[in-house]
């Protein structure tokens, strides 16, 4: 038996147990969600609608994926496994950094790589600590801090307008009538979806997640999936960073503060949409959907933002406590 059939034996043993009802409702509560806010706005239900939330749900998908990917490699225990807390900080920076680039004249291109390359490093700065030892959670809360600042700093808390042919085409441009927004989230999904889900690497990532010293036996170099996993969180949050940014056609500075319980939602609540009741790529879009249905009907209905963070809030709680279940299951 290879080190690779021994991983995912063992992968499957550790998920055989876990409680199916807690799909179900999952899947139930995403259904209730669609039918009470079209029957409680004629608004909600209609096409145009439907473009606004997906180029939304984008913005949290494209991001949670990144998360998604750290969560899986480093376990989804919140205070011991993968973390990265500075998500929407990179976002932030990412919409910055384009922004002020193509401010100076130089083209889409350049501005793209510049917050790519920019989110990136901040990502092999918090693997490369992690990996040392400290725990993910402060190491990314502290750099989310870090770079929250550095944002302040170089915008003086302004938001930066962000205008190009290629921004421009992000914003409103369409392929096929599908929004690009959407197009570009249909792409990344792939991406990242096969790679986690049909590749040896994805494979071991989520061996290393549930079992660091069994893969580390079957000879996996587990630093190095800890550590790349948080550059590809960032390079995703960046991703993302540019969508959002294009989308308001400014890089807003307090953006991160205010997008990152969407992502961390987004990533967290996929476990209910996964037949193993793991973090998966396909749960995070799913969720994602939700998660921009909710803020989007809120909004239809006039609903304060605030009650929007408190059931956000709560659905965090929610999905945390019924991953405790589920370990408690897998024990037994």
Known sequence: MTALSIVRSRLTARRRGAPRWVSLLGWSVVVVEFIVLAAASPSFATTGNAATILSQAAVYAIAGFGLAVVVITGGDDVVRGG????????????????????????????????ALAVSAGFGAVNGTVVVLGVSPLLVTL???????????LATGNVKVPLDDTVFRWLRDGDLLGVPAPVVVLAGVAVVVGLAVGRTPWGVRSYAVGENPTAASVTGIAVWRYVASSYVLSALLAGVAGIVL??????????????????????????????????????????????????????????????????????????????????????VR
């Open 142 to 152: 502290a750099s989310g801090g870090i770079i929250t600042s550095v944002v302040y």
């Open 245 to 330: 940014a294009s989308r308001l056609a400014a890089a807003v500075p307090d953006v991160g503060e205010q997008i990152l319980l969407d992502i961390v939602l987004t990533a967290y609540m996929s476990v209910v949409f996964s037949r193993r009741l793991v973090v998966t790529i396909g749960g995070t879009l799913v969720a994602a959907v939700f998660v921009a249905a909710l803020g989007n009907g809120f909004t239809l209905l006039g609903i304060g933002s605030q009650w929007v963070g408190v059931v956000k809030g709560a659905l965090i709680l929610a999905v945390l406590a019924l991953a405790a279940v589920r370990e408690r299951g897998l």
């Open 83 to 114: 973390i990265d807390l500075s998500s929407g900080a990179v976002v932030a920076v990412s919409g910055v950094v384009a922004a002020l680039v193509a401010a100076s004249g130089a083209g889409a291109l350049w501005a793209i790589g510049a």
